[in-house]
Every structure is written in C-alpha cells, then in structure tokens.
C-alpha cells in the first residue's frame, strides 16, 4: 500500500495519526523503558563526559525522547514515502514536522497516564496499610497516622 496523495486528505490525516503510533513507541522505549537501561544510562554519561560537541549531542539524542522522535520520525518518511498535503519535498517537510508533533502529543499522553496509573496505586496501597494497621494495631490508632506520615 502507498501512501495517498495529496488529492485525498483524510487517508493523509488518518496515516498521521497511525504513523505517529510506531514513533512514539519506539521513541518511548528506547528513552524510557528498563529494556534499555543500560545503553541509555552509557548514553547519558559519553553525552556529560565526551570531548567533542558532536559526540555529546549524538549520544544525548538516545536520551531524550523529543530529540529521538526527529530520528525515527524521518527514518519512518524515508520508508513508507509519506508526505502531507503537497507532492513535492515540502510534503516530506510538513509530514515531518507533522508526524514529530503528534508522536510527542501521545508520548505527552502516556507519560500523564503513567502518572495518574503510579498516583492511584499508591492512594490504594496507602488505604490498604491504614486498613491493616487498624486491623492490627491496638486501637490507639498511632499506627495508622505514623503510616499515613510516612506516605504523605
């Protein structure tokens, strides 16, 4: 399947969106996830400790998911072909920019989710200490505040 051309909008928009999926995912893990931890965690010491600017900024940009997106984002042009809105080489331009935005707009998104999801967790594992401590305690109650300090 080729991408549509810039006669058919809506096919365009719709492989925006869809395009920006596999980007952010990929920008996400590499910048993020345990998996790759330990090439992240070199990375980010070559770019604080590497002599030359260049050396610092390449190995920075495996860090940083924003930086990383731009990489992916034009590795994924140069194989699906998609542009927006024109033919020509200022479709490639648009889509680029494009396609960037919105892979950091879901990256934005599953970062704010990831929070709510770690938020919500520890109010329950918070309750679920107070219930205990009540249940245990010897009904002075000193436990359940001495938990709720500890987490606050």
């Known amino acids: 399947m080729n991408p549509p051309s810039s006669d058919h909008l809506w096919p365009q928009i719709v492989w925006l969106f869809v395009l920006a999926v596999p980007i952010a995912c990929m920008a996400w893990t590499v910048t993020h996830e345990e998996v790759f931890r330990e090439p992240r965690e070199y990375c980010r010491r070559c770019s604080e400790s590497c002599q030359t600017l260049a050396a610092r900024k390449f190995f920075y940009l495996f860090t940083c998911e924003y930086c990383f997106s731009h990489y992916i984002t034009a590795l994924f042009l140069f194989i699906t072909r998609y542009r927006l809105l024109l033919d ?12 960037v935005f919105v892979a950091n707009m879901y990256m934005s998104l599953y970062s704010r989710l990831r929070v709510d999801i770690r938020s919500e967790k520890a109010a329950a594992d918070l ?4 219930k205990k401590a009540k249940e245990h305690g010897d009904g002075t109650g000193d436990g359940v505040e001495a938990i709720a300090g500890k987490s606050a």
Do not use: H, N
Request: charged share 25%; hydrophobic share 50%; glycine share 6%.
């Open 88 to 99: 020509d080489w200022r479709g490639y331009l648009i889509s680029f920019f494009a396609t």
């Open 127 to 130: 309750k679920e200490a107070v």
